[in-house]
T-cell receptor, first 117, second 111 residues
Framework: GAGVSQSPSNKVTEKGKDVELRCDPI?????LYWYRQSLGQGLEFLIY????????KSGLPSDRFSAERTGGSVSTLTIQRTQQEDSAVYLC???????????????FGPGTRLTVL | DQQVKQNSPSLSVQEGRISILNCDYT??????FLWYKKYPAEGPTFLIS?????DKNEDGRFTVFLNKSAKHLSLHIVPSQPGDSAVYFC??????????FGKGTRLHILP
């Protein structure tokens, strides 16, 4: 497809379970970002990948959160031992690169709505 | 510590009038600013951006103004249309660093 895709679109899980969220960025985009939006909150940065550089993990809220980007393309965000406060919409975005200007316009996927019961 | 602040959670504007969405930032290293628009159940989409070397950027009905001394930017939409009803996110970045988003302002265009 032409845009960023994310799966699943909705995920309901029980507290304590692990979940994996997937992001397929736009082909050729070297930068990939994960954000989450909790109810009534803005877009909270979680992590970004830029080419072969070490990812910036400074936004991950705890060590239960991790992300991988395989082959410079698909990314998976994993949340271990989910808690109710993890409930949010998780958004993935990609851009050509991270450099400022027209090249860093981020294209967002539709998000995954995670509900932890 | 919120580096990008949108202090109005919501705003209602009559169709045809001007919508003004405000944003304040605290990090003086920010030098690139963006606005994104988000409809329900969709990801945000890029709307307009401005570099710190400018104080105004216009694209059709959308104009972004930047006041560096006040660390303030605003998005003007004129005339406002029903399709403009959405959540608008202000965002900023320092050179070649990640983009930081505000909490968003929900804009309602009234018929």
């Amino acid at each position: 497809g032409a845009g960023v895709s994310q799966s699943p679109s909705n995920k309901v899980t029980e507290k304590g379970k692990d979940v994996e969220l997937r992001c397929d960025p736009i082909s050729g985009h070297t930068a990939l970002y994960w954000y989450r939006q909790s109810l009534g909150q803005g877009l909270e940065f979680l992590i970004y990948f830029q080419g072969n550089s070490a990812p910036d993990k400074s936004g991950l809220p705890s060590d239960r959160f991790s992300a991988e980007r395989t082959g410079g393309s698909v990314s998976t965000l994993t949340i271990q031992r989910t808690q109710q406060e993890d409930s949010a919409v998780y958004l993935c975005a990609s851009s050509l690169e991270i450099r400022q200007g027209p090249y860093n316009e981020q294209f967002f996927g539709p998000g995954t709505r995670l509900t932890v019961l | 510590d919120q580096q990008v602040k949108q202090n109005s959670p919501s705003l209602s504007v009559q169709e045809g009038r001007i919508s003004i969405l405000n944003c304040d930032y605290t990090n003086s290293m920010f030098d690139y600013f963006l606005w994104y628009k988000k409809y329900p159940a969709e990801g945000p989409t890029f709307l307009i951006s401005i570099s710190s070397i400018k104080d105004k950027n216009e694209d059709g009905r959308f104009t972004v103004f930047l006041n560096k001394s006040a660390k303030h930017l605003s998005l003007h939409i004129v005339p406002s249309q029903p399709g403009d009803s959405a959540v608008y996110f202000c965002a900023a970045s320092a050179r070649d660093d990640k983009i930081i988003f505000g909490k968003g302002t929900r804009l309602h265009i009234l018929p």
